[in-house]
């Protein structure tokens, strides 16, 4: 069965970066999508963007543009999300999710949603 | 960034019951939206995608419609199970963007 499976708790100062895991197993790790959401405590969930596991292009959320950085290892089906210069509001759950992309028009597909990490809490205080 | 509002924020049912929840885009986003169910302490869980498509798995109790920016979630017989906060999500538009949510309550 499919399982996407997250690194552990994190710690960190503020101005520090941290690195979330997500193990993928389960399926053809190149024929999806991950995408990356994030929830503060009591908030919405919030979307940080995706990484084509396939050919390895990212599209960010431009509010954490340059800050945030996908990367994968299709040997290792894992996938990467790299966030720095960490401030207090990047206190979250961060999840990782695979994306199918579905019913493409010329321009534009439906994104599903099969799969879900089980979520990594990072934790930004001095 | 497109601004997406559910309605209502919060709501209380009794099991047996069939809640609808709205979820309205600031612009047009076809039918580019997804709904998912979220229980405390878990990952979502995607319901719907493409407005009305049900994700496999989905018991059909659950059902999507809209178009445009005026979107429904409607949960039909609601079971303990179901009792949960349930969030839309536009993709048709960078950055994409969820709802605040809705929590569905046991009356």
New interface residues.
């Given amino acids: 069965q499919v399982q996407l499976v997250q690194s552990g708790t994190e710690v960190k100062n503020p101005g520090a970066s941290v690195k979330v895991t997500c193990k993928a197993s389960g399926y053809t790790f190149t024929q999806y999508f991950l995408h990356w959401?994030r929830q503060a405590p009591g908030q919405?969930?919030?979307?940080v963007g995706w990484i084509n596991a396939g050919n390895g292009n990212t599209?960010y959320?431009?509010?954490l543009q340059g800050r945030v950085t996908f990367t994968r290892d299709t040997s290792a089906s894992t996938a990467y999300m790299e966030l720095s210069s960490l401030r207090s509001e990047d206190t979250a759950v961060y999840?990782c999710?695979r994306v199918a992309p579905?019913?493409c028009s010329s321009t534009?597909c439906?994104?599903?949603?099969?799969d879900?990490?089980?979520?990594t809490l990072v934790t930004v205080s001095s | 960034d497109i601004q997406m509002t559910q309605s209502p924020s919060s709501l209380s049912a009794s099991v047996g019951d069939r809640v609808t929840i709205t979820c309205r885009a600031s612009q047009g986003i076809i039918n580019y939206l997804a709904w998912f169910q979220q229980k405390p302490g878990k990952a979502p869980k995607s319901l719907i995608y493409a407005a009305s498509s049900l994700q496999s798995g989905v018991p059909s109790k659950f059902s999507g419609s809209g178009s445009g920016t005026y979107f429904t979630l409607t949960i039909n017989s609601l079971q303990p199970e179901d009792f949960a906060t349930y969030y839309c999500l536009q993709y048709n538009t960078y950055p994409w963007t969820f709802g605040q949510g809705t929590k569905v309550e046991i009356k």
């Fill in positions: 959401v919405r969930l919030e979307w599209e959320s431009q509010r999840y999710a579905t019913d534009h439906h994104s599903r949603f099969d879900w990490g089980q979520g």
